[in-house]
């Protein structure tokens, strides 16, 4: 099995990151993973890039925590793959397949709604996934779940409660969403707990990762032994929405949870 980790932050590319990319690369190898994927917190969220002044320094100042990550896997043979967490309003999602030329080519990007990154994504053949859209913490005042938008959701996070994976889980099964896990690791430590996925073939590409969710191929959710098992409702919902094609957000159908 190859194992990848498809969500996590470097301290050059985002406020709330600890380690560097190259130590990122270092203990993830050291855990047997084939590749990672960085995606640092986007200017709509916690980046560590700076707010204002030229597009090209904010992009490159972005990238950063990726390329000293990557560096290091050319060293030590880890496959390090670009990506994107993009924030809106609290609700978050992974975007993949895109490029820091990409960036430098769409200063717009970082003013286009939920649909219009999503459209843009997929037209340029990236892909793009609802992270941990159950979360409950005290910086969030409701949950905005948005799948009609995405190519998946991210049912397990290790910044999560299992009862909130729990929720994501029974929903996806619900919805027929397909799924993956991620440690939304901001830093590697002894004692860092990492989720995942393990694909029985290495992913070569992100552009090859971007397919295998598209086909929605098969993988296995890297989790703690019985992660979705609990009841969720033992953790009452906050406000729960749903946004629609009008890009509104209505209230969360609860059908699913029965
Ligand atoms: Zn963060
Ligand atoms: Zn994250």
Known sequence: MYRYETHMHTCQGSACGSSTGAEHARFYKER??????????FFGGN????????????????????????????KIGLDVFFGIEQNFQGDEYLIYGLSK??????????RWTRRETYENVRAAGGCM???????????????????LYADGIEVANAG??????????????AKGIYTIAGSDNHKS???????????????????????????????????????????PTA?????AYWYNEQEEFVELPMGWLK
């Not at 030329?101 to 970082?110: A, F």
């Not at 409950?136 to 948005?146: D, E, K, P, T």
Request: charged content about 20%.
């Open 32 to 41: 047997g993973y084939q590749g990672i994927f960085i995606t640092d917190h």
């Open 47 to 74: 980046t560590a890039a700076p707010r204002t002044g030229s597009w090209k320094d904010r992009v490159d100042h972005y990238c950063a925590g990726f390329e000293d990550a990557w560096n290091e896997g050319q």
């Open 101 to 110: 030329q990409y960036l430098l080519d769409h200063p717009e990007i970082e």
């Open 129 to 147: 996934l609802q992270a941990h859209p159950f979360r409950m913490r005290g910086y969030l005042s409701a949950i905005r779940v948005c799948d």
């Open 160 to 173: 999560n409660t299992p009862a909130q994976d729990a929720y994501a889980m029974r929903y996806c099964k």
């Open 189 to 231: 430590h002894e004692g860092s707990t990492l989720f995942g996925v393990a694909l029985d073939k290495p992913v070569v590409s992100a552009a090859e990762w971007v397919q295998h969710i598209l086909q929605k191929q098969p993988h296995t959710l890297l989790v703690p032994e019985g992660r979705f098992d609990a009841d």
């Open 235 to 239: 953790e009452p919902l906050i406000p």
